[in-house]
């Protein structure tokens, strides 16, 4: 085995990267046994499509599960290659087990019978669950792995598939549920799928300020001494009197915002500032360490 190959095992199999993905599916399958299988929700993924198979053919959620996860993740190796498909190898056997274990817990399946309440909580526990494995670098497997081989056998993109993948599912139950329990479902998959996105966000936004000051000198110096920040400093030409002078840039934390605000007003309370939320911020001082460079 290479150098290479070996640092590319350790990174997929580090404890931290495990402890999240297992977590993420237990999650996951804490807010399908507790909400989406007592109410008769329609929902998308893995999940969705067992539902079908279960309503048609009698199979057990889990078992099917267990089978689809496995022949998915063969293709994975197949078509997508070892090192993704081992991204994948611990959801697939894990999900299909805590799913079963999940649905022996008598209580976990009587917390409310209210369709909104267990859209709202399903959707929050199915987004933060697959958001959290996504985010620890691994794959839930299943219905994850079609759109990825479609994205490199075809180039469609991976959201299309996914969002392809789910329509197809809900239209397949919306034939054995109500119309209601159909519309809560399309819910579901709508909100879980925006808190994806959120989860995967988290910890990394940032707050990008542009301060344009004739004390601009002051508070560039004053950034680096007492926040500890970069700045980038941009050569400025106003608009209406053509003032010449230069806007200082720096990005800083949530937290660090109020500091900086008060610091900048100490100085120049006359100073105009922009201020945006960004949603990732890669480099020296944030995903870097400060001496490497």
Sequence with gaps: MTVESKKELRSIFNLKKIF???LGNTIYCAGIVAFVLPTGLVTGGTTGLGLIV??????????FAAIFNTVMFLLAVVLLGKAFALTSLISTFYFPVILGVFQKIEWLQDLTDDPMLCTVFAAVSIGVGIGMVIKAGASTGGMDIPPLILNKKMGVPVSVGLYTFDFLILIGQMFFRDTEKSLYGILLVMIYTVLVDKVLLMGKNQMQVKIMSERYEEINEMIHQKLDRGTTLYRTESGYLHNKGFLVMTVVS????????QLIMEIDDKAFM?????????GRGFTLHKHLL
């Design 20 to 22: 999240f993905v297992l």
């Design 54 to 63: 279960n309503h048609y053919f009698g199979v057990p959620i889990e078992l």
């Design 254 to 261: 949530n937290r660090e915002l109020p500091k900086l605000n």
């Design 274 to 282: 922009v201020i945006s939320q960004v949603s990732e911020v890669k």
